[in-house]
């Protein structure tokens, strides 16, 4: 599985972007997709999950009620959308799948197979 992350830009804080990841390959519809994020100088963390019909999904307590993760499977991505951005939600994003496992290593950057190679998003104050 390939994934291209896309839709990162610069948006000044109380905006909204939407991140998308683009997969090849027949199996999406299989992977749990997880959204991860890394910020100038810090490691990278968890954001958020999506298990593999969308009927589960998980949130780091940083953005909950800000950002919504989805997918579509039939067009084999997964989205991010991402409201009242702060100027702490400044990173890189990454995207990422993993088949199989139980749901709560979701959260976990090493439970994850495949990975995107990154969209920056910059939030001004």
């Known amino acids: 599985v390939q994934l291209q992350a896309s839709g990162g830009g610069l948006v000044q804080a109380g905006g909204s972007l939407r991140l998308s990841c683009a997969a090849s390959g027949r199996t999406f519809s299989s992977y749990t997709m997880g959204w991860f994020r890394q910020a100038p100088g810090k490691e990278r963390e968890f954001v958020a999950a999506?298990?593999?019909?969308?009927?589960?999904?998980y949130y780091a307590d940083s953005v909950k009620g800000r950002f919504t993760i989805s997918r579509d499977n039939a067009k084999s991505t997964v989205y991010l959308q991402m409201n009242s951005l702060k100027p702490e939600d400044t990173a890189v994003y990454y995207c990422?799948?993993?088949?199989?496992?139980?749901?709560?290593?979701?959260?976990?950057?090493?439970?994850?197979?495949?990975w995107g190679q990154g969209t920056l998003v910059t939030v001004s104050s």
């Open positions: 999506i298990n593999w019909n969308g009927g589960s999904t």
């Open positions: 990422a799948g993993k088949y199989g496992g139980p749901w709560y290593t979701s959260t976990r950057e090493a439970s994850y197979d495949y």
